[in-house]
C-alpha cells in the first residue's frame, strides 16, 4: 500500500527529528503500494499570531499531520509483521503533503494515476489491466481536498479511504465510488448538535463556519435542521480560512459585531482550526462576552485554538468528538521512532534517499525546514485521532486479504488490480484491535461522538467528556460547569418556550416571536406542528390545550339513565293501564257501554295502544341499523290499528246524525261484520304505506359527531321526509276523518255520548303532534329519542284517558249508568224516530 507524503528537502539532521528525515523513513517499497495524503505544510502567516509556537515550521509543519503519518506508518508494520493477515506479502507507503492547498494536492494525487514504475499516465480505453503507482490512497483529511481527489481516483476506481474527510456531499457513492472514510457524515454531527441545543432548551443561536466545504456543507445542514426542531438562527455567517488575504481582518470583525447585536448566548462554529483561532481571538479583543461556543473536533481537539492569548475568558466550550478507541502500542512506537532517528548514519541515509527522491517531487520543494521534537507531539498523542487512520489502512488491508485469497499458510502471488479491492470493501466487516468496523450504504463508518467539555486546570485545558451521541443524547449535566457568573446554566432564546398544549402565533415578520395560544377544543398541539394545532380525527376529541386526542364515548339513551328509568316506568304504568282496559272491557264485553264503544273493535283499539306503549322500549338503548327503521314503522302501525277500530265508530256517528237519510242503506258497513273489513281495509293500507316507506327512504342509524363536544351522538336519523309524511299522514287523515265526523254531534241528554271521547282524542293527537313535529325535526340530541318516547306516551294516554278512561270508570264506579237507556246505540235509536 503506497502512501503520499511530499515534505520539505535538503534538511539537516540532527538530534530532532528533520522533516527531511522523516520523509526519508517513511519511504518503502512493497509489493503493494499505499498512498498517503497528509497536511504538513501550512501557512506561516498563521501561525504568527501563536504566542508560543511548539514547532519551527517550513511553511509550517502541521503537528497533527505528522501523527497521522506515524500513525499509518505504525499500522503498515504492524500489518507487514502480522503473519496472518498478509502472510508473506509487504505492504510500502508513500507520503505526500497536501500543505492544504487544493493545487499542492493534486499533484501527488496525480503521481499516485501514473504507471507503475514510469512518470506517465496511460491514455487507454480499457483500464481494467492499468496498474497505477499506488493500490489504494490514505486521505486526504480535509473535505475539499477530499472532493477534488475523489474524482480522480474514482475515474481510475482506486480505493480511497480519507480518515477526516466529512462533508455530506462525499456520501454521494454515484459520483464518488470508490471513496470511503473512517469518519461519520457530519449529518450525524449536526443531528447530535441540534439534540444538544434542545436538551438546554437554547432555540435561539448564531452559527458561524468556515468559508471551505466543510464549513459550508455543516452549516447547510444545520441550519435545514434547526428549522424543523423549533431552533431559531439569529445570524448566520462564513469567515475566511485564507487569514492573509487584506479583507480578512474585516470580515471577522464584521461578524463578531452581528453576533454580538443579537444578543445570543450560544454559537454554533463548524471551522477548522485555524479559522476558528482566528474567530476566538477577535471575539476576546472585542469583548464579546463569555458566550456557549459548540463546535466539533475540526477545531475542539486542536492546540491551536487553545493557543489564543486569554482563551479561558472565551465562555463554555462544548461539542462533540467522534468516538474512538486507542491504538495499543502506537506511543511506544512514536517514542523509539524519535529516538532511532537521532543517529547520525541513519540521517546520513535519508539525505541520499532524499537526493534520488528530488526528480520525482513535482517542482514543489519548501524553502525552509524545522526541527520537531518528541516533547512537542506527546501531548497531542492522547487526544490527536489517530484510529481513523489505523482503522483506514486496515481496511485496504482485509480488502487485500479477501482479493488475495489468503489463508494461514501464505497470500498466493496474484495481482490484484485497484478496482476489484471495491467489492471487498463494500461487502464485509473487517476487525482492528478487536473491534469490528463496516463501510455503510453512504461508504462511512459511524461510530458515534463523545460530548466533551473545555475544563481548564491550572491554566491548561482538559478534555472533559459529559455525554454520548449514537442515535441518542445522552448528557451529564452535573459534569458541565457554565462560565456565568452564577455558575448556572445559561438561556438563550428570543421566545418563551410555549407549555404543552400550546401553539405559536407569529407576530410581525420574525417567525422567532411569537405568542403562545391555547389549542382550542377538538384540537390538540403536536411536536411536529408547532405553529398550529391539528385538529382530532372524527371519531375522537380533546379538550382546550391539549396534547393528544381521546376516542370519543358513544351517546344515546341508556337503559340505566335517570331520564330513561322514569320514561320506562311511565312506559310499564301506560302498558298497565292498556291492560286494565282490556280486562276490564273484556268482561263486560257484552254491557250496553262496551258495545256502545264498539265492543270487540274497542279491545282491539285497546291492544293497538298495549303495542304502542311497549314499542317505547324500540327507542331505548344502543340504536342500530335494523332498530332505526322498526321505530318509526312500529309506532305508525300501531297508531293506525287504534284509529282503525275508531273509525266505523265514528262513521256510524256522522250516518246517524247528519245523514239520516242515508244511514239506513249506509250502517250495515261500518255496523256489525262488516265494520271489521273497514279496520282491515285501513290497517292493509297501512301496511302498505309502511313497504312504501323501506323502499323510498327508512330512517337510519347516524353517527353524529359534531351535536356533542366529546361524545358521538347515535341517533336514527329521518332519510327521507317524504316518506316519513306517506308513513305518517294516512294516520293524520284517518284521526283528522274521526274528528269531522264528531266534533258536531250533539247528544240528547241523559245519554252517553260517545262521539265526544273521539273528538277529545283526536285532538289531542293533533295537538301532540304539532309539537312533535317541531322538536323532532329540529332536535340532534339524545332528546330525539325521548322526544319520540313522549310522543307515543302522549298518544297513547290521550287516546285512553279521552276515550277509555271515562268508560272504565263508569263500569267500576257507576255501574248504574251501564243500561241500554243511557248506552243506547245511535243506529239502533234512529230507525224507531222514522217510525214515528
Given at each position: 500500500?503506497?502512501?503520499?507524503?511530499?515534505?520539505?528537502?535538503?534538511?539537516?539532521?540532527?538530534?530532532?527529528?528533520?522533516?527531511?528525515?522523516?520523509?526519508?523513513?517513511?519511504?518503502?517499497?512493497?509489493?503493494?503500494?499505499?498512498?498517503?495524503?497528509?497536511?504538513?505544510?501550512?501557512?506561516?502567516?498563521?501561525?504568527?499570531?501563536?504566542?508560543?509556537?511548539?514547532?519551527?515550521?517550513?511553511?509550517?509543519?502541521?503537528?497533527?499531520?505528522?501523527?497521522?503519518?506515524?500513525?499509518?506508518?505504525?499500522?503498515?508494520?504492524?500489518?507487514?509483521?502480522?503473519?496472518?493477515?498478509?502472510?508473506?506479502?509487504?505492504?510500502?507507503?508513500?507520503?505526500?503533503?497536501?500543505?492544504?492547498?487544493?493545487?499542492?494536492?493534486?499533484?501527488?494525487?496525480?503521481?499516485?494515476?501514473?504507471?507503475?514504475?514510469?512518470?506517465?499516465?496511460?491514455?487507454?480505453?480499457?483500464?481494467?489491466?492499468?496498474?497505477?503507482?499506488?493500490?489504494?490512497?490514505?486521505?486526504?483529511?480535509?473535505?475539499?481536498?477530499?472532493?477534488?481527489?475523489?474524482?480522480?481516483?474514482?475515474?481510475?476506481?482506486?480505493?480511497?479511504?480519507?480518515?477526516?474527510?466529512?462533508?455530506?456531499?462525499?456520501?454521494?457513492?454515484?459520483?464518488?465510488?470508490?471513496?470511503?472514510?473512517?469518519?461519520?457524515?457530519?449529518?450525524?454531527?449536526?443531528?447530535?448538535?441540534?439534540?444538544?441545543?434542545?436538551?438546554?432548551?437554547?432555540?435561539?443561536?448564531?452559527?458561524?463556519?468556515?468559508?471551505?466545504?466543510?464549513?459550508?456543507?455543516?452549516?447547510?445542514?444545520?441550519?435545514?435542521?434547526?428549522?424543523?426542531?423549533?431552533?431559531?438562527?439569529?445570524?448566520?455567517?462564513?469567515?475566511?480560512?485564507?487569514?492573509?488575504?487584506?479583507?480578512?481582518?474585516?470580515?471577522?470583525?464584521?461578524?463578531?459585531?452581528?453576533?454580538?447585536?443579537?444578543?445570543?448566548?450560544?454559537?454554533?462554529?463548524?471551522?477548522?482550526?485555524?479559522?476558528?483561532?482566528?474567530?476566538?481571538?477577535?471575539?476576546?479583543?472585542?469583548?464579546?462576552?463569555?458566550?456557549?461556543?459548540?463546535?466539533?473536533?475540526?477545531?475542539?481537539?486542536?492546540?491551536?485554538?487553545?493557543?489564543?492569548?486569554?482563551?479561558?475568558?472565551?465562555?463554555?466550550?462544548?461539542?462533540?468528538?467522534?468516538?474512538?478507541?486507542?491504538?495499543?502500542?502506537?506511543?511506544?512506537?512514536?517514542?523509539?521512532?524519535?529516538?532511532?532517528?537521532?543517529?547520525?548514519?541513519?540521517?546520513?541515509?535519508?539525505?541520499?534517499?532524499?537526493?534520488?527522491?528530488?526528480?520525482?517531487?513535482?517542482?514543489?520543494?519548501c524553502r525552509q525546514c524545522g526541527n520537531v521534537t518528541l516533547r512537542d507531539i506527546w501531548p497531542m498523542l492522547g487526544?490527536?485521532?489517530?484510529?481513523?487512520?489505523?482503522?483506514?489502512?486496515?481496511?485496504?488491508?482485509?480488502?487485500?486479504?479477501?482479493?488475495?485469497?489468503?489463508?494461514?499458510?501464505?497470500?498466493?502471488?496474484?495481482?490484484?488490480?485497484?478496482?476489484?479491492?471495491?467489492?471487498?470493501?463494500?461487502?464485509?466487516?473487517?476487525?482492528?484491535?478487536?473491534?469490528?468496523?463496516?463501510?455503510?450504504?453512504?461508504?462511512?463508518?459511524?461510530?458515534?461522538?463523545?460530548?466533551?467539555?473545555?475544563?481548564?486546570?491550572?491554566?491548561?485545558?482538559?478534555?472533559?467528556?459529559?455525554?454520548?451521541?449514537?442515535?441518542?443524547?445522552?448528557?451529564?449535566?452535573?459534569?458541565?460547569?457554565?462560565?456565568?457568573?452564577?455558575?448556572?446554566?445559561?438561556?438563550?432564546?428570543?421566545?418563551?418556550?410555549?407549555?404543552?398544549?400550546?401553539?405559536?402565533?407569529?407576530?410581525?415578520?420574525?417567525?422567532?416571536?411569537?405568542?403562545?395560544?391555547?389549542?382550542?377544543?377538538?384540537?390538540?398541539?403536536?411536536?411536529?406542528?408547532?405553529?398550529?394545532?391539528?385538529?382530532?380525527?372524527?371519531?375522537?376529541?380533546?379538550?382546550?390545550?391539549?396534547?393528544?386526542?381521546?376516542?370519543?364515548?358513544?351517546?344515546?339513551?341508556?337503559?340505566?339513565?335517570?331520564?330513561?328509568?322514569?320514561?320506562?316506568?311511565?312506559?310499564?304504568?301506560?302498558?298497565?293501564?292498556?291492560?286494565?282496559?282490556?280486562?276490564?272491557?273484556?268482561?263486560?264485553?257484552?254491557?250496553?257501554?262496551?258495545?256502545?264503544?264498539?265492543?270487540?273493535?274497542?279491545?282491539?283499539?285497546?291492544?293497538?295502544?298495549?303495542?304502542?306503549?311497549?314499542?317505547?322500549?324500540?327507542?331505548?338503548?344502543?340504536?342500530?341499523?335494523?332498530?332505526?327503521?322498526?321505530?318509526?314503522?312500529?309506532?305508525?302501525?300501531?297508531?293506525?290499528?287504534?284509529?282503525?277500530?275508531?273509525?266505523?265508530?265514528?262513521?256510524e256517528i256522522t250516518l246517524v246524525t247528519e245523514f239520516p237519510r242515508c244511514a239506513p242503506r249506509l250502517l250495515r258497513?261500518?255496523?256489525?261484520?262488516?265494520?271489521?273489513?273497514?279496520?282491515?281495509?285501513?290497517?292493509?293500507?297501512?301496511?302498505?304505506?309502511?313497504?312504501?316507506?323501506?323502499?323510498?327512504?327508512?330512517?337510519?342509524?347516524?353517527?353524529?359527531?359534531?351535536?356533542?363536544?366529546?361524545?358521538?351522538?347515535?341517533?336514527?336519523?329521518?332519510?327521507?321526509?317524504?316518506?316519513?309524511?306517506?308513513?305518517?299522514?294516512?294516520?293524520?287523515?284517518?284521526?283528522?276523518?274521526?274528528?269531522?265526523?264528531?266534533?258536531?254531534?250533539?247528544?240528547?241528554?241523559?245519554?252517553?255520548?260517545?262521539?265526544?271521547?273521539?273528538?277529545?282524542?283526536?285532538?289531542?293527537?293533533?295537538?301532540?303532534?304539532?309539537?312533535?313535529?317541531?322538536?323532532?325535526?329540529?332536535?340532534?340530541?339524545?332528546?330525539?329519542?325521548?322526544?319520540?318516547?313522549?310522543?307515543?306516551?302522549?298518544?297513547?294516554?290521550?287516546?285512553?284517558?279521552?276515550?277509555?278512561?271515562?268508560?272504565?270508570?263508569?263500569?267500576?264506579?257507576?255501574?248504574?249508568?251501564?243500561?241500554?237507556?243511557?248506552?243506547?246505540?245511535?243506529?239502533?235509536?234512529?230507525?224507531?224516530?222514522?217510525?214515528?
Open positions: 500500500v503506497v502512501l503520499g507524503l511530499w515534505l520539505c528537502l535538503g534538511c539537516a539532521c540532527a538530534a530532532p527529528l528533520s522533516p527531511w528525515c522523516l520523509s526519508a523513513q517513511l519511504r518503502r517499497p512493497g509489493d503493494f503500494v499505499l498512498g498517503g495524503l497528509f497536511p504538513f505544510g501550512k501557512d506561516t502567516l498563521n501561525l504568527a499570531a501563536r504566542s508560543e509556537p511548539t514547532l519551527l515550521l517550513c511553511d509550517g509543519l502541521f503537528t497533527d499531520g505528522l501523527i497521522w503519518a506515524l500513525a499509518m506508518r505504525f499500522a503498515i508494520e504492524q500489518i507487514n509483521n502480522s503473519s496472518w493477515l498478509l502472510p508473506g506479502v509487504t505492504l510500502g507507503y508513500d507520503m505526500r503533503d497536501t500543505c492544504f492547498e487544493p493545487l499542492v494536492a493534486l499533484q501527488p494525487s496525480l503521481l499516485f494515476l501514473t504507471r507503475n514504475g514510469t512518470r506517465a499516465i496511460g491514455v487507454l480505453c480499457d483500464y481494467s489491466e492499468y496498474q497505477p503507482r499506488v493500490t489504494a490512497v490514505i486521505g486526504p483529511h480535509k473535505s475539499d481536498l477530499c472532493l477534488l481527489t475523489a474524482k480522480l481516483f474514482s475515474s481510475f476506481l482506486i480505493p480511497q479511504v480519507s480518515y477526516g474527510a466529512s462533508s455530506e456531499a462525499l456520501s454521494n457513492t454515484e459520483l464518488y465510488p470508490s471513496l470511503y472514510r473512517t469518519v461519520p457524515s457530519d449529518k450525524n454531527l449536526v443531528e447530535a448538535m441540534v439534540l444538544l441545543l434542545n436538551h438546554f432548551g437554547w432555540n435561539w443561536v448564531a452559527t458561524v463556519a468556515s468559508d471551505d466545504e466543510y464549513g459550508r456543507g455543516a452549516q447547510a445542514l444545520f441550519l435545514s435542521m434547526a428549522g424543523t426542531n423549533s431552533i431559531c438562527i439569529a445570524f448566520e455567517g462564513l469567515i475566511p480560512t485564507e487569514l492573509a488575504e487584506p479583507d480578512a481582518t474585516k470580515q471577522l470583525e464584521n461578524t463578531i459585531k452581528l453576533i454580538n447585536s443579537t444578543k445570543v448566548n450560544v454559537i454554533v462554529l463548524f471551522a477548522h482550526s485555524v479559522p476558528a483561532q482566528a474567530l476566538l481571538q477577535h471575539s476576546l479583543a472585542m469583548g464579546l462576552g463569555k458566550k456557549v461556543w459548540l463546535g466539533s473536533e475540526a477545531w475542539l481537539l486542536s492546540d491551536i485554538a487553545t493557543s489564543v492569548p486569554n482563551i479561558q475568558s472565551v465562555g463554555t466550550v462544548l461539542g462533540f468528538v467522534m468516538r474512538t478507541g486507542t491504538v495499543p502500542g502506537f506511543q511506544e512506537f512514536v517514542a523509539e521512532l524519535f529516538s532511532s532517528v537521532a543517529q547520525e548514519e541513519f540521517c546520513q541515509r535519508s539525505r541520499e534517499l532524499s537526493r534520488l527522491e528530488d526528480t520525482e517531487v513535482l517542482d514543489t520543494h487526544v490527536t485521532l489517530v484510529q481513523p487512520v489505523h482503522v483506514a489502512v486496515y481496511s485496504v488491508a482485509h480488502a487485500l486479504h479477501r482479493a488475495l485469497g489468503c489463508t494461514s499458510k501464505g497470500c498466493p502471488k496474484t495481482p490484484v488490480r485497484s478496482w476489484q479491492l471495491l467489492h471487498f470493501m463494500n461487502t464485509l466487516p473487517f476487525e482492528v484491535n478487536g473491534q469490528s468496523f463496516r463501510f455503510d450504504q453512504s461508504h462511512g463508518t459511524n461510530t458515534g461522538y463523545k460530548l466533551i467539555l473545555w475544563a481548564w486546570r491550572d491554566g491548561t485545558v482538559t478534555y472533559l467528556p459529559v455525554g454520548d451521541y449514537d442515535q441518542s443524547l445522552y448528557v451529564q449535566t452535573s459534569q458541565i460547569q457554565f462560565h456565568t457568573p452564577d455558575k448556572k446554566e445559561p438561556t438563550s432564546e428570543c421566545f418563551r418556550r410555549c407549555q404543552p398544549g400550546q401553539f405559536r402565533r407569529i407576530k410581525g415578520f420574525n417567525l422567532c416571536c411569537y405568542d403562545c395560544t391555547d389549542c382550542s377544543e377538538n384540537t390538540f398541539w403536536s411536536s411536529t406542528d408547532s405553529t398550529s394545532c391539528s385538529p382530532c380525527p372524527q371519531h375522537q376529541w380533546a379538550p382546550m390545550r391539549s396534547t393528544r386526542c381521546h376516542d370519543r364515548a358513544e351517546r344515546f339513551l341508556s337503559w340505566d339513565e335517570p331520564l330513561a328509568v322514569a320514561l320506562l316506568t311511565l312506559v310499564a304504568l301506560t302498558a298497565a293501564l292498556s291492560c286494565g282496559a282490556v280486562l276490564l272491557f273484556l268482561q263486560h264485553l257484552q254491557s250496553p257501554l262496551v258495545q256502545l264503544a264498539g265492543g270487540a273493535r274497542s279491545l282491539l283499539a285497546l291492544l293497538w295502544l298495549l303495542l304502542q306503549s311497549l314499542s317505547c322500549c324500540l327507542h331505548v338503548g344502543r340504536p342500530s341499523a335494523v332498530l332505526c327503521p322498526l321505530q318509526q314503522l312500529c309506532y305508525a302501525l300501531c297508531l293506525n290499528g287504534c284509529l282503525s277500530s275508531l273509525l266505523p265508530k265514528a262513521l258497513w261500518v255496523t256489525h261484520g262488516r265494520a271489521w273489513l273497514v279496520v282491515a281495509m285501513s290497517i292493509l293500507t297501512q301496511v302498505l304505506l309502511c313497504w312504501c316507506h323501506l323502499r323510498l327512504g327508512p330512517d337510519y342509524l347516524v353517527a353524529d359527531y359534531e351535536s356533542l363536544p366529546r361524545e358521538v351522538l347515535l341517533v336514527c336519523g329521518t332519510q327521507s321526509w317524504a316518506a316519513f309524511a306517506l308513513l305518517h299522514g294516512y294516520n293524520s287523515c284517518l284521526a283528522f276523518v274521526c274528528f269531522l265526523c264528531t266534533f258536531m254531534v250533539q247528544t240528547p241528554g241523559r245519554r252517553y255520548n260517545v262521539a265526544r271521547g273521539i273528538t277529545f282524542a283526536t285532538f289531542l293527537y293533533f295537538i301532540i303532534w304539532i309539537f312533535f313535529l317541531v322538536i323532532f325535526a329540529t332536535l340532534r340530541t339524545v332528546l330525539r329519542a325521548v322526544t319520540q318516547i313522549c310522543t307515543i306516551l302522549a298518544t297513547t294516554l290521550g287516546i285512553l284517558g279521552s276515550y277509555f278512561v271515562p268508560k272504565c270508570y263508569i263500569l267500576v264506579f257507576r255501574p248504574d249508568l251501564n243500561t241500554r237507556d243511557y248506552c243506547q246505540n245511535l243506529s239502533e235509536e234512529q230507525p224507531e224516530e222514522d217510525r214515528q
